[in-house]
């Protein structure tokens, strides 16, 4: 679809079917499913894809084991249903991952949880612990609740002697491991626009929505430098925003609000060899992962903290870097210090304000809200990265009635550049046979970014040199301009942080001059 006029709403022959505010991974997934369902899209995000909430999490695929204290059984079943469904759509950018959860009798309930208080009752003796068989209970449900055919079940063993002992004090004498999820978090959300484009939709970034509203049957929306557009429904995904959405840009009269709850997370230098995560109990009720992150380091996170600003400048504050090496030093046999931190981040989680007396316990289920009053508009409250194709396809449910459309199609269905699951070799062989003059640690980076699209990076590539300059770590002018074509990148915070994640190691010099090439190139090579 072309751009709109700027100046008066499209012709109305051109109405759209759905249009969808928030480029974040609940928007994107909306979009991709809808407009494979036969629906004219149009996606407006006021930054980039995945600028806030939906590039800032602790980037897993995960059922939420400490939801079970909170009796959301529904919400873990559906997310643990939801993993290798997303496994085998993405094995470029997803993968399996071990947890090892030691124990220990210091470790403590949330004294707010449904499972906390019914056992202060029942067994007072244990006076807040999470005693191991406990944990052993839950464990058994994450295994079976699941439809679990890939991931392996929980197992238990002695840490003495094992590599996953090795970094923990050795009063950790027995720990149980379990099968978990990782997803490039940001990655994902730029594939679903991808796949939504392809399928016809029309993908705004940096194009803020300024003014929504009805006009008889139909929505007219204004986007700034677009143009105003028509369309049959809207759907709010404003992730953060989308109170401020509802009540600044649609102007609706609404009761129903979002609680902000910031999520921090610190890396530092690889903490250990092997390749296996770490679920972490605290003394406060609390957990936090240590994750492995981008070969080289360690993602340790996450906070939880009421957030009051602008979503869009959430940063982890001094007090939650000290809290996570805190609880970090409580199982490392070598402690860590702030001068191990080498990059930090932040998030804002939108959860739907249900009442609860802490951001913990607050409710992690998403919520559909859906206003009939004329044209529908469609409000997305909530949600995880884990339950983001299951929430599209709720969200299409809710629209039903107004639409003719197709049956739901994305369980079976690869994202862009996807491939068999487990055929990540082959695909790095193939890649190399391609480009002989690719190393094989090269193209195991660029079949884990793109998949089988890495070979579009190569378009009129022949020899080394018809790369263009390397930037630092691999990173050429060819992937540059492809991003740019095919990923919306538009400025060096879009590459180095949500499209590659090399901003954790290019220098400050290497990130000045691909700033430099893409202030240059971006007008020549983007679709504006």
Known sequence: MTSPDTTSPAPKDDILDLFIIGGGV??????????????????????????????????????????????????????????????????????????VLPISKEMRFDADTPISKLLKYTMPWLKGQRPGWIIRIGLWMYDHLGKRKILPGTTGYDLAGRPEGAPLQDRFKHAFEYSDVWVDDARLVVLNAMDARDL???????????????????????VEGQGIFRA?????????????????????????????????????????EHEKAYFLQGPDGR????????????????TEARHEADPLVAEATFEEKRYLLDFANQYLRTPLTQADVVHSFAGVRPLYEDGASTATAATREYVLSLDQNGPPLLNVFGGKI????????????????????????????????????????????????????????????????YGRNAAAIFDD????????????????EAELRYLIREEFARDVEDVIWRRTKLGLRLSAAEIAAIDDWMRQHVPLLADL
């Open 386 to 449: 884990t339950t983001y194709r299951k929430l599209a396809e709720a969200a299409l449910a809710k629209l039903t009635p107004f639409f003719v459309m197709t049956e739901p199609w994305t369980k079976e269905a690869l994202l862009p550049g996807g491939f068999t699951y487990g055929h990540d070799m082959e695909q790095v062989t193939s890649l190399t046979l391609q480009f002989p003059f690719l190393t094989p640690e090269a193209a195991d980076r660029l079949v884990h970014l």
């Open 200 to 222: 016809g939709a029309k993908i705004m970034t940096r194009a803020k929505v300024t003014s929504a509203k009805r006009a008889g049957d139909h929505w007219e929306i204004e």
């Open 287 to 302: 957990i936090i992962f240590f994750l492995p992150f981008q070969r080289d380091f360690t993602m340790i996170g996450t």
């Open 461 to 476: 590539v022949v020899g080394p040199t018809d790369m263009g300059r390397d930037f630092g770590h691999g990173l050429t």
């Open 26 to 99: 609940n928007g994107c997934g909306i979009a991709r499913d809808a407009a494979g369902r036969g629906l004219k899209v149009a996606l407006a995000e006021m930054g980039d894809l995945a600028q806030a909430t939906s590039s800032a999490s602790s980037k897993l695929f995960h059922g939420g084991l400490r939801y079970l204290e909170y009796g959301e059984v529904r919400l873990v079943r559906e997310a643990l249903e939801e993993r290798e469904v997303l496994l085998k759509a993405m094995p470029h950018i997803a993968f399996p991952m071990r947890f």
């Open 232 to 272: 049959k429904a809207l759907v709010n995904a404003g992730g953060p925003w989308v109170a401020d959405i509802l009540t600044g840009v649609i102007r609706a009269n609404s009761t129903e609000r979002v609680r902000l709850v910031r999520g921090s997370h610190i890396v530092v230098n690889r903490l250990y």
